[in-house]
């Protein structure tokens, strides 16, 4: 188990401030954020490369604050890779493994099994500057499961790979893990997260904002941040304080007079509303239901996304909607077209600013 404790690091212009989190063995953990977040800064400090100002990392109850990189059990894989480029791949591959094991024998074997492991067997020969990004980051993968660490750190593993190469790479991390490996993964990208990991911890501007698995951080986003960094769609500023009616909901205006109820106990003031767009119900014409959201819209636009489509619907908020494409044939749904939407109340979740 990895327990970070109040970790801060700080910089003249930037600080990663009191990052705390639990990292059970063989979890799976993304840590999302944009660009200069400080994913990389807080994997660094775990590897051993920064020293923190404040705060202390525990390893299997071991304090390792204050570790070299090379007593640590942490293996680091960069996004540059950082492959010896005047060693086979066979060779890049051994390099942990020499202070580890006196047997060349033992060593061919291992890197064999490694090679074989991570798909680039057929490739032990050749050298990085011939290898294609997805194969150099399988060498890169294989030369630091050499070092057998306990956990495995993996900076933007996928970025700058095409989609064929996405998939098989995720398919090999989804591998590495099963195999009882725990993984921390910075990305940038939710679905990359919520495709592999069973944790994800949100940074912005150096600070952790909500973590838990993917169901919670995705599906119930505790910041506008959040929301939005998840994907979500329909999230609308919130332009009056909320009141409550005679059944118990509350209702708060958004852009151009819309007005939405919804479920909630006490709401501060300057929110979001957000709807999940899986849970609007488009119509041809006003449906009798216990949804107590109904706005009439046009349709504007739609977006075709794999096997469904988006409909994006001006009801004096732009909404997207996701329907099946058997459902947008079956009602006709082409811009300009006239329409309804319904949702429940309780679909409907406010999130701070």
Known sequence: MLSIENISVRFPSFSV??????VEKHDYLALLGVSGAGKTVLLEVLAGLLRPNR????LNGNDITHQRIQQRKIGLVYQDLSLFPHLTVAKNIAYPLQNRISSSRDIREKVDELAQQTGVGHLLDRYPGTLSGGEAQRVALA???AADPDILLLDEPLSNLDVKLKSDLRKLLRNIHTSGKTVIHVTHDFMEAAT???KVAVIQDGVLVQH?????VFRHPQTEFVARFSGVKNLFKCLSNSSSTADGLHKVMIENDVEILFL???IPENGYVMIPQQDIIISESRVTSSAVNNLEGVVKEMILLGAG??????AGAEFVVSVSK???EGMHLIPGKKVWLSFKASAVRYVDA
Request: overall charge negative; glycine content about 6%; hydrophobic content about 40%.
């Open 17 to 22: 401030e009191n990052i705390s989190l639990v």
């Open 55 to 58: 705060g202390r990392i525990l």
């Open 143 to 145: 030369r630091t499961l």
């Open 196 to 198: 592999l990991a069973n």
């Open 212 to 216: 838990g698995t993917p169901e919670e």
């Open 264 to 266: 909630a106990n006490d």
């Open 309 to 314: 489509i988006e409909i994006v619907v001006d």
């Open 326 to 328: 058997q459902s947008q």
